[in-house]
Structures are given as C-alpha cells and as structure tokens.
Nanobody, 125 residues
Framework: EVQLQASGGGLVQPGGSLRLSCAGS????????IGWFRQAPGKEREGISC????????YYADSVKGRFTISGDNGKRMVYLQMNNLKAEDTAIYYC??????????????????WGRGTLVTVSS
C-alpha cells in the first residue's frame, strides 16, 4: 500500500522560493501519476501540478505555470515541487497524492488517493 508524506513547507516572503518534497513508502514513481494539490481556508482542494511516472509528462494549473516545477526521482521514491516567485495567494496546505490516471487529469483531485498529511505554506511579509 502506498503512503505519501509531504514536507518542506514554511513561512516565506512574497517573491521567495520553497521546495516541497513528497516521500512515498511503497511508491514506484515509474508506475503512477503523482500530483501536488493545495487547499486554502474556505476553498476547494486544487490540483496544481502532476507528473507521469511513465514518461515524465507534466501538468501545471494556470495559477502556477511558469513559477512551479515538478520533478521526480524514482530511485529515491520522491517527487518534488519547486516553487518560485511565491505569492500571497499561494498560501495553503499542500498535499501529494497518487493515481493511475493521466497527469492531464490533475484537476480532478478525487481521482487521487493515498493522501498523507499535508505541509503548510504561508506566503506573507
């Protein structure tokens, strides 16, 4: 059974950067699609970036395109989210999850499972 754990969140000023990590016990990135999601208070969970373990294809939501980069390391069973030029509206709890569906379905967070405890990202001056 795959279990995922997101880490790397924290407090950062607008314009700053953070790198989130997703560690998966029982995870083989090469078999599945891994996604990063976030949920801000009072808002629905949002799929922001996904990567295909099969061919490395990626998906980015418009809200993060050009600022965030997803990458995976199958050998370490890790998936990363490099977040640059952070904005106040990026403040949320960030989660990673897994699916057998295409990375292009990243917006459909209900297709994903193995949700672990998220990591809080706060962007504030």
């Amino acid at each position: 059974e795959v279990q995922l754990q997101a880490s790397g969140g924290g407090l950062v000023q607008p314009g700053g950067s953070l790198r989130l990590s997703c560690a998966g016990s029982g995870l083989s990135v090469g078999d599945l699609t891994i996604g990063w999601f976030r949920q801000a208070p009072g808002k629905e969970r949002e799929g922001i970036s996904c990567i295909s373990g099969e061919d490395g294809s990626t998906y980015y939501a418009d809200s993060v395109k050009g600022r965030f980069t997803i990458s995976g390391d199958n050998g370490k069973r890790m998936v990363y989210l490099q977040m640059n030029n952070l904005k106040a509206e990026d403040t949320a709890i960030y989660y990673c999850a897994v699916t057998s569906a295409s990375e292009q379905l990243c917006r459909l967070w209900r297709l994903f499972g193995s949700w672990g405890r998220g990591t809080l990202v706060t962007v504030s001056s």
